[in-house]
């Protein structure tokens, strides 16, 4: 799929705008137009209402270990600072940055990547941005200009190995930066906290700093006892969060894939410590499942365990799902949303004090003064089995999706061009997005096919009939076969023309936009008949 068609039809429809468009855009933040905030609601609805509203708490659903319960929460962006030194990412939620004395352009050290090139015994290491094929061409581009080759003069360049991260370079002086002439112009490696800072109050200082949250699922561990002592809610069980996160990343980039302001949809499920490596597995492939039912293709997901290696201290599993979205080379996926074993840490953290992650078992981390070095609230956020009198930390089991990643991926996966013929007969390219009609954010037009004789008369009444229920679309305007195009491409899923027939029978005609099939239903079924089909 070419992704600047995606993006060109994006900004033409109405889906996403640059932020601040009209100023020049502002890198890293993206507003949803008037079709795409519909279909960002429609996820963040699909996923609210299979998640928790839907949830039937009295039977174990397939997969589950047990029955357990769901609710939901809505905290602030702003929180009290220490939430964050005891979550850890005071301290720890950070990126390496390198700049380009050159360019002026700063990038994240983890996501450059390059390879040796030798020729007239000169030696540098040439970084690109991009990875696979396409960061091969670019570094051999570059080489060339280096080292003023030309093209038929390229087999004189003596290349080492694969590409291989930056991370991986010591010596950077004898690196090309991606927008470089020159070589040696990268700094070394600076560290660069993620989180937005702001001070909170009119005569606020330093003292009054606060942060923009980078993550909801704080504030649903520092209300785990308010839900516990306000709900009858018993341990299984989840709570739910969806949300504006913050993250001042280094280099946005991919449309909306890393933005610096984007949505979470986040659930923190508090369980018994012995059952919850089952409730971990549980977890995770029912949230694989979710995308799959709303239409993600089985071959460009993958659920991805990390290794040993990329675990948290504290976890003892995490799995990735993520999708093939076709601006990463072939066979490379970006991550959707991550499912973690985060074991007793964040209570911990924040009952105890800020947890030392290289301790075992974990323990509070200390100051030089031999005190806690970030201090917990000192409430007691343990639990007391009602039956067994058992009184635990729960573990916890989080599924944590981005929302702007499933709007992308869902956009992505939509995408496609297929043959339709126009109003002639003749065979013309049709853009369509083939959206689950769920998260369609237009569920059907209506459509007269003449402005006469009555017709928009019957399509006006079917109209209000059917907005009462659905977001639905009135169009008289130019030819059918132009209307429905415009219907395609907004990702309606069905079109319901009102036509000559329908004034002598109260029959119209319905279209969907994926087979191109058309059958007519009569007046009276047609609410019916789009209900059995935007299930
Ligand atoms: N509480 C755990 C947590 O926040 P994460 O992997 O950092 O985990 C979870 O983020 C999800 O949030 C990601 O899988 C992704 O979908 C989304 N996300 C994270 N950073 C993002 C960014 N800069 N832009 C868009 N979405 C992002």
Redesign the pocket.
Known sequence: MDMDKLVSLCKRRGFLFQSSDIYGGLQGFWDYGPLGVELKRNIKEAWWRDMVTSHDELEPPVGAPSAYDMTGLDCTIIMHPQVWKCSGHYDLFHDFMVDCRESKKRYRHDQLRGRWAEYDGRRVFIACEGGGEEGLAQTHARALKLFNLRAKQAERIAWTGELISLTEIDALAQVLGPDAKAVGTLTDPREFNLMFKTIVGALGGEEDAAFLRP?T?QGIFVNFKNVVDSTRVKIPFGIAQIGKSF?N?IT?RNF?????E?E?M?IEFFCHPESSADWYRYWRDRRLRWYRELGLAEERLILREHEEHELSHYSNGTADIEYAFPFLPAGEFG????I?HRGDFDLRSHMEGKLDEKSRPLQVQLGEDGKPLHRGSGKDLTYRDEVSNDRYIPHVI?P???A??AALAFLCEAFSEDEAPDEKGKMQTRTVLKLHPRLAPIKAAMFPLVKKDGMPEKARALYRTLKQRWNVFYDEKGAVGRRYRRQDEAGTPFCITIDGQTLDDDTVTIRDRDSLKQWRCSLSDCEAELAERLR
């Not at 909306?256 to 610096?260: H, K, L």
């Open positions: 993550e699922a993250r990343e946005p909306t894939f890393r933005s610096r984007f979470q986040e991550e959707l949303e991550g973690a989080e944590s999706a981005g702007d990643r």
